[in-house]
């Protein structure tokens, strides 16, 4: 190892994949706060001086972990990594995405015409074609313009949807409420995402803002929250509507067949469908891909034919100028029927939102060179059919089929409307388990339904509910005018989030010229709101319901977030003292038995206050504790070797440590206990070979620095993983050379070598001792040490605040999943103890 002198700085060149740390006495400099330090032990102010004259850290290359080790790779772990597929296995995956993205925005055809015509009844040719021209500008603006070249560019990491964003948004401004946020989240390696840039004063004074304001958090937050419910509210619409409006085709087919028999019929059809979401969306994907493969070949080729035999002049509703005829001529008829028109882009937001493991390029390319022109071809078809049979405008798809091929399409119809049902429902899936992790949403049970893609889930609960509620939407109003309406309030709310959000990342995040955001967000949600005037005027015929239903979504997820928020606020607050537990010294004031005792809780910081709560109730402690800390970080996934973070709670003879197990919120933690124990107590000795490692070359240092010098500093500093350091030498964090000669040991300090090789021989049999202490106490077992904390309003709260927690959150936390039931703990190696916490 050789070193350098410059400016009074000493320096260590090191392995350039770590960092190093430059030993600075200048007073003047900046000095990051996480390189500040004071001699203690898992302390929490880390960047607080007890001293009135300093000697600074600096450190240039990567930052290190706040904790110092992460978990480095352990052999035969899962890991979270996409393979490198082969050209069959990427056709594969293309079939799928038709059947799993595409397949709601592909069926709206078949009730478009029908909605906006029902709205704004047909009076001649020009208002077939000024209908036209609205649909097929509506569909290329919005699902094309925004969604497909904007929006998908805004994944988090390949995941889409409301949540994704609000996680992308977070990860780059702390703007979530919940104040369990590290700095050493944001060292993640999945944070590949520019950062606003110092040059960039409007990037760096929106994330200001968004840190700094509580009222901008809480905005933030109401408006992800009612996007949510609103695309959960839209699981429940979209198989209704699709599954009601392809049955219908049986009316024509099949003339005495009534309303009441189609509502019978999807009732049955809508049965099957939820049944087999449990199957998965690879096996269900793959079998219904070229099905809807077919049904897009349909659409365009009975498009082409309509235009050939009907009337190919239909083409003139490419000129945009047959919209403003058709409003002139039908002011506030047309203005009604853009709720109709609105349909044609229905499943826009499910196309972001079930992105999945799909690359946003292969959606992109497949939505530009298939779904949109058949689409186009469909619509185009529907409208030279309507100008030559005007009186047709209810059923217009059926009626405009080819009587040759009625039959084949209006089967393929029907399994393109359960297609499309299924993609609603996914998207659904996705948003919920993303809400759960980011403690937007109550705990429930979640089924991983394919091994290789993590993406593709099943939550039993939800999917059942939305069986119940979509059963009764199709009971209660029978007819696809109705639901349509309360449809076009589901997209729209969507939508507007979304637009939204998204402008807030290009702000923020893209850091794009701010006449382009404002354009976007001007045309953009000028335009949906619009859609939405129109679609709020027919509230009263059935749309109330699915309001009345997205508030009561909304309502459980504030709820929950709120009652989280204020739990973990008042564990901090009640956490115990380092000098607590340093005063009742190594056996805790108890008996020490042999063995490990994990310790589960949600601080990130600090001892929870129910740890005392098991000191005061069991009649011994075991011999190791370790606390343990399951936290989902605003990341689609964290690394396998990124996964832990250690740190020594107290000195090394009480035998404890803080682990934290970082979480991304796609992350699958399908592993039993015995392999995450396995996992933890691997890393675990990790940690403690590299922090005796790091004492080892510090020493060495520390003696060559007195000898040549004859300076010595009796200063001391604790680094971020606990171990202490003299002040007077550069910090040798992760130095990759463990072992170093002996002969090069005993002449690079002038020291006798005796002494050296007894204080490596000590430093040596304290290692062994301690990883022989680990075997031991493991072989005695591990014992899992769960706190129940519940929360209670003070009996001086308001009566609103005593109405939600007592009730609403208690509600909620009884009846949602509990922390055993994830964790897959046998009761046998399970200890409780409840604590009730007065908020």
């Given amino acids: 190892m050789s070193g350098e002198r410059e400016n009074g700085e000493v320096m260590v060149k090191m392995d350039s994949t770590e960092s190093r740390w430059v030993f600075n006495r200048d007073e003047d400099d900046d000095v990051d706060g996480d390189s500040r330090s004071r001699v203690s032990y898992d302390s929490e102010e880390e960047g607080e001086d007890d001293v009135a004259e300093r000697q600074r850290l ?122 369990n946020q590290l700095p050493s989240d944001a060292r993640i390696s999945i944070f590949r995402l520019k950062v606003p840039s110092p040059e960039l004063e409007r990037s760096l004074k929106i994330k200001e803002n968004l840190e700094t304001s509580w009222i901008l958090k809480k905005l933030l937050l109401i408006l992800v929250l009612f996007g949510t419910s609103m695309v959960i509210a839209d699981g429940v619409v979209t198989p209704a509507m699709s599954v009601m409006s392809a049955v219908n085709g049986l009316k024509v087919g099949i003339s005495p067949v009534e309303q009441d028999e189609v509502v019978m019929i999807s009732v049955a059809f809508l049965i099957v469908l939820f049944s087999v979401q449990r199957f998965g969306t690879s096996k269900v994907g793959l079998a219904v891909g070229p099905a809807l493969l077919i049904w897009f070949c349909s659409l365009g080729g009975i498009g082409i034919f309509n235009l050939i035999k009907y009337d190919s002049t239909a083409l003139r509703a490419f000129n945009p100028v047959h919209i403003y005829y058709y409003f002139k001529r039908n002011s506030t008829q047309a203005w009604i029927s853009l709720g109709g ?77 359960l297609i499309a049902s299924r993609a609603m429902i996914t998207a659904t899936f996705s948003c919920i388990k993303q809400s759960i992790a980011l403690g937007c949403f109550p705990r429930l049970k979640i ?13 039993p609960v939800i999917n059942w509910c939305l069986l119940i509620f979509c059963l009764m939407f199709v009971a209660t109003f029978e007819s696809i005018n109705e639901i349509g309406n309360a449809y076009g309030i589901a997209e729209l709310g969507v939508m507007m989030v979304t637009t939204i959000l998204v402008t807030i990342v290009m702000l923020l995040i893209w850091q794009i010229n701010i006449i382009i955001v404002l354009s976007f967000l001007a045309f953009f949600l000028g335009l949906e709101l619009v859609f939405f005037s129109s679609v709020l005027w027919s509230v009263v015929d059935g749309s109330w319901v699915l309001l009345v239903f997205s508030a009561v979504l909304f309502m459980i997820m504030y709820i929950w977030n709120y009652g989280s928020k204020l739990k973990y ?52 402690i075991h011999s190791m504790i370790i606390f343990v800390c399951i936290k989902y970080v605003p990341v689609p996934v964290v690394p396998q070797s990124e ?150 309003a003070r009996k001086d709260s308001w009566f609103f605040k005593k109405l939600v927690i007592n009730y609403f959150y208690a509600f909620l936390r009884k009846n949602c999943r509990r922390g055993t039931a994830n964790l897959s703990v046998p009761h046998t190696n399970l200890m409780q103890v409840g604590m009730t916490y007065m908020v």
């Fill in 447 to 459: 089924i991983h339904t394919s091994r290789k893609f993590m993406g593709q889930i099943y939550i």
């Fill in 58 to 179: 600096l450190r240039t290359g990567p930052r290190i972990d706040s904790f110092d080790v992460e978990a480095l790779e352990i052999p035969g772990a899962p890991r979270h990594e996409y393979e490198d597929f082969t050209l069959g296995r990427k056709l594969l995956l293309a079939l799928q995405t038709l059947g799993v993205v595409f397949g709601d925005v592909g069926t709206s055809p078949l009730y478009t015409f029908d909605i906006i015509f029902n709205k704004s009844p047909i009076s001649g040719e020009e208002d077939v074609l000024g209908a036209l021209s609205l649909v097929l500008y509506t569909l290329i603006l919005i699902p094309l313009v925004k969604y497909v070249l904007v929006v998908l560019w805004a994944n988090d990491d390949g995941e889409g949807g409301t949540f994704a964003l609000y996680s992308l948004i977070c990860r780059h401004a702390k703007a979530s409420l919940l104040p």
């Fill in 341 to 417: 028109c609105l349909l044609c882009v229905t499943g826009s937001e499910a196309m972001f939102a079930d992105l999945c493991y799909f690359s946003v390029r292969s959606v992109q390319l497949t939505f530009m060179f298939l779904v949109l022109p058949c689409l186009l071809l469909g619509y185009l078809g529907q409208g030279a059919f309507l100008m030559k049979n005007q009186e047709c405008s209810d059923q217009v798809f059926f009626h405009s089929i080819p009587s040759e091929t009625f039959w084949a399409v209006v089967v393929i119809a029907n399994i393109a409307a």
């Fill in 569 to 620: 606020e008042t564990e901090v607050k009640q956490k115990l003292s380092m000098d607590l537990l340093l005063k009742l010294g190594c056996n805790l004031g108890t008996i020490r038995a042999p063995g490990i005792g994990l310790v589960y809780n949600e601080l990130v910081k600090g001892v929870p206050a129910i740890f005392g709560h098991f000191l005061t109730t069991l009649p011994a």
């Fill in 643 to 792: 996964r832990f973070l250690f740190r020594r709670v107290c000195p090394k003879s009480y035998h404890m440590f803080r682990c934290i197990a970082r979480y991304g919120y796609k992350d699958v933690r399908k592993e039993n206990h015995q392999t995450f124990e396995q996992l933890l107590i691997e890393s675990l000795e990790k940690f403690i070979r590299r922090e005796a490692q790091e004492r080892s070359l510090e020493s060495d240092e520390d003696r060559d620095t007195e000898s040549e010098e004859d300076v010595a500093f009796s200063r001391l500093l604790v680094a971020p993983n606990g171990s202490v350091y003299s002040l007077g030498v550069p910090l040798l964090a992760g130095f990759s050379c463990p072992e170093r000669p002996k002969e090069e040991v005993s002449t690079s300090n002038q020291v006798e070598p005796t002494v050296v090789d007894q204080s490596v021989a000590d430093a040596g049999q304290s290692l062994e001792r301690e990883l022989s202490f680990i075997h031991k106490a493991k072989e005695s077992g591990v014992v899992y040490l769960l706190g129940h904390g519940d929360i209670r």
